[in-house]
């Protein structure tokens, strides 16, 4: 999933998604370990997607705060 479709979806969608990629993660791991995982790369691409999500998350809750500053404290 690309960067520009993660920040198109609202903060809920991305949080819901969020847990259905990290249980997927969890089934590809157990997949690894017993070597039934057709796929090694899909592990990575998964993290990278779970990544992408929590990186848009924090940057949207250090734009909420920052906003919420008052303009005198901005400095400090």
Do not use: N, Y
């Amino acid at each position: 999933m690309k960067i520009k479709e993660i920040r198109e979806k609202t903060s809920e969608a991305i949080g819901h998604e969020l847990v259905d990629l990290q249980k997927h993660l969890f089934d590809l791991r157990t997949q690894a370990v017993t070597e039934k995982l057709e796929d090694p790369s899909q592990l990575i691409k998964t993290k990278r997607d779970i990544a992408r999500m929590k990186t848009v998350l924090r940057e949207r809750r250090l734009a909420e705060q920052k906003a919420q500053q008052p303009t005198g404290e901005a400095g400090r």
